[in-house]
């Protein structure tokens, strides 16, 4: 009897996952850049069905990234457990370095970070060895003789002193502390080695990491050494996953940075990250896959019929013991109201304020909304913009919020905003009219310029309105109305390729969401949004 699983196992932006397993529990976590909260925290039992249990960079003063576009923060982390602790290890680029953080429950809460002084380059990852008892922290950097040529990097490892973590102090400065550069990548001339994870499977230590960069020539490639420092030696069919060879044009690319865990049977499995291009594009960025790995003369192999990521996989249905989870996995579609005191697990703001009393939003100052102050810090900004979304999931899409905002001065707007980053989005927001009224406009940001595609008179100010967004075959329509069920079109046809990294750049994928902004300063005003409903359609 067989089993067919659909891939991407987490749709959206879910980049660079990493996965760990305590007995029968399986853990992935992803990056999230300068979004706030960060680095969410999946569960699931069959490693199909995932729910997010928790954010770990979740409360004002854990972490700052203030100042960071949306593509800087946090940086590819890595989850690990080992005797009752779970450890996740992350990058806090341009800012702070390299970090750890703890907690004896995956679902929180996390500790603050334990900073890694002297630990420098992106993507750490650690490694329990239990044979020796020793852990190693294994991290890149630039060659140390000098770069020949942009991204010539250096995958090490550092020894930890795990008495000093648990302590609260910097691990890599203990007496034992050890470092040595084991690997450069697998092809000749490799540009950005990095994701390394080291694991000790039948006798020999493995590393996994990518290569060729996060774009269209990214790989997954393996070594193996018997001891730790090496010598290490790469696989001699190498890389062992890639979609560099099919090209743009194939249905899924970017395949790279990836982590392996075992299941209770002795099953292998990879997660990866990799892109869905839709008319060319990826609007989703890079999302979270599953491939079965199987190990051919002491190698892993993708078990792939293909050998490369498909879409539908099929397995032997009793790799999957645990049956069908208890919950249903729930943040691809759905309707969220605002009557808790914490945004769900699954939205997002950017960045967040070192004080509360500094906060540009609030769920408790109306019952059951979500009030956005119209603040001097716009989406533009590297500020804390009053903002919140949720991750576009699918390549046809609808976005509905309610919302009751009354502007006051020609600066002040709110509305729904299609997020990809800074300088690249669509605002679709209420503002004032010289007449008295509510005006209702469309703004394009496709670079340093705000451009009006479409402006209209249409309520008096203070109506509660409903405004919508949907995306059929890349082509985005607009939709305002006194509720979800009468709603008039505003303009159709917008195209939805600007919202993807092919026309933005960086690392992020795009998000729907709220806004509020005071035109430059902060105000007394304020928008009220009652519910945001986001459904995928494919």
Known sequence: ???????????????????????????????????????????????????????????????????????????APTIRYNRGIFYIVCTLIDTGGNFIITAKDPAGPWSDPVWLKGADGIDPSIFFDNDTGK??????????????????YEIYIHELDMDLLAAGKNPLTGKTASSA??????????????????????????????????GIDH?????????????????????ILTHRHLGKRARIINAGH???????AGNWWMVLLASRPFDGVCPLGRETFMVPVIWENGWPCIATETGIVEKQITVDSG??????????????????????????????????????????????????????????????????????????????????????????????????????????????????SSSGNTSLRLIKAAGNEDEIIALSEFIAAGTKIVLAACCEEMKISFFYGNDQYSLTCFIDGIDARILSTEYAGGFVGSLAGVFAAGGGKDTDNYADIFWAEYRGLE
């Open 1 to 75: 009897m067989k089993r067919i699983f659909n891939n991407p196992v987490l749709s959206g932006f879910y980049p660079d996952p990493s996965i760990c397993r305590e007995g029968g529990n399986f853990y992935i976590v992803n990056s999230t850049f300068a979004y706030f909260p960060g680095l969410p925290v999946f569960h699931s039992k069959d490693l199909i069905h995932w729910k997010q249990i928790a954010n770990a960079i979740d409360r004002p003063g854990q972490i700052c990234y203030d100042g960071h576009g949306i593509s800087r923060g946090l940086f």
């Open 135 to 152: 852990a190693w922290y294994t991290g890149t950097h630039p060659a140390p003789e000098g770069e020949a040529y942009p991204g010539n």
């Open 181 to 214: 550069g084991i690997w450069r990548g697998a092809l000749r001339d490799t540009v950005w080695p990095e994701g390394p994870h080291i694991y000790k499977i039948n006798g020999y230590y493995y590393l996994l990491h990518a290569e060729g960069g996060t």
């Open 219 to 239: 790989a997954i490639c393996a070594a193996r050494a018997k001891e730790i420092t090496g010598p290490w030696e790469g696989k001699k069919s190498n890389p």
């Open 258 to 264: 990836a982590d392996i865990t075992d299941d209770l």
């Open 319 to 432: 790799v999957f013991t645990a049956g069908q989870p208890t919950w249903d996995w729930l943040y691809e579609s759905g309707c969220d109201h605002f009557n808790i005191s914490k945004l769900p697990l699954h939205w997002l703001t950017l960045r967040h304020p070192a004080n509360e009393k500094d906060a540009a939003f609030s769920l408790t100052e109306r019952g059951d909304t979500l009030r956005l102050y119209a603040k001097a810090q716009t989406i533009r900004s590297k500020g804390h913009p009053a903002f919140a979304g949720r991750r576009l999931r699918h390549s046809n899409w609808t976005f509905t919020v309610s919302l009751e905002f009354s502007p006051k001065t020609a600066g002040e707007t709110a509305g729904i905003v299609l997020l990809q980053n800074e300088d690249w989005h669509y605002r679709f927001e209420q503002c004032f």
